[in-house]
Structure formats: structure tokens, C-alpha cells
């Protein structure tokens, strides 16, 4: 079992920034990649940004191309979001996700909600 826990979440203004964390434990040896994924209300939730655990290539969905960066450390199991120019399109649950290598189960955690103010 993988346990998920975020931080970082909270309400700023339009072109602010916000820095997400995730934090995890337990079997997490066998990290295949980590990841953000968000939710808005009504809309079905959306993969953002992962991270390779091993070699740390990176992935971006285009509506967030050139304003988020992900970024890992390895030692604490730790993924980090980095959110920058935050529009008020950008407000929802941002929820943690880890994929195990192997089986490819995906772990997730409680989320943290963000909101953009215009």
C-alpha cells in the first residue's frame, strides 16, 4: 500500500503562484512515476503533469505547458508542483497520483483545492 498525503493548496490571485507537495509512503519502492492530476467542478478529473521516477522525464498537458513545472526528490519520495501565472481556468482539486511499476496501479490521494481569483 501507497499512502498519499498533499499540501500547498490554497486561494491567490490571477498570475500568482502556488507550489503543491506530495509526500509519499509505504511501498514506494517500486515507483513507476508520480503526478498531478485536477478536477473541476463538473468536469471529469485531468492528468496534468508527471514525472518519470527514474530518469525524471517529464510530461505536460497543454494547458499548462510553460506555467507548471514538476520536480521530484527522490530521498523523501517527494513531488513537487510549481504553479505559476495561475489563471482562474486553473481552479479545482489538484489530486496526487503514483503509479506503481509492474502492475500499474494507480495510487491517489485526497487532493487539495486551488482557486484562482480573476
Known amino acids: 500500500q501507497v499512502q498519499l498525503a498533499e499540501s500547498g493548496g490554497g486561494l491567490v490571485q490571477a498570475g500568482g503562484s502556488l507550489r503543491l507537495s506530495c509526500a509519499a509512503s509505504g511501498r514506494t519502492f517500486s515507483t513507476y512515476r508520480m503526478g498531478w492530476a485536477r478536477q473541476a467542478p463538473g468536469k471529469a478529473r485531468e492528468l496534468i503533469a508527471t514525472?518519470?521516477?527514474?530518469?525524471?522525464?517529464?510530461y505536460y498537458t497543454n494547458s499548462v505547458k510553460g506555467r507548471f513545472t514538476i520536480s521530484r526528490d527522490n530521498a523523501k519520495n517527494t513531488v513537487h508542483l510549481q504553479m505559476n501565472s495561475l489563471k482562474p481556468e486553473d481552479t479545482a482539486v489538484y489530486i496526487c497520483?503514483?503509479?506503481?511499476?509492474?502492475?500499474?496501479?494507480?495510487?491517489w490521494g485526497q487532493g487539495t483545492q486551488v482557486t484562482v481569483s480573476s
Open positions: 514525472i518519470m521516477w527514474s530518469n525524471g522525464n517529464t
Open positions: 497520483n503514483l503509479q506503481s511499476a509492474g502492475d500499474g496501479y494507480d495510487y
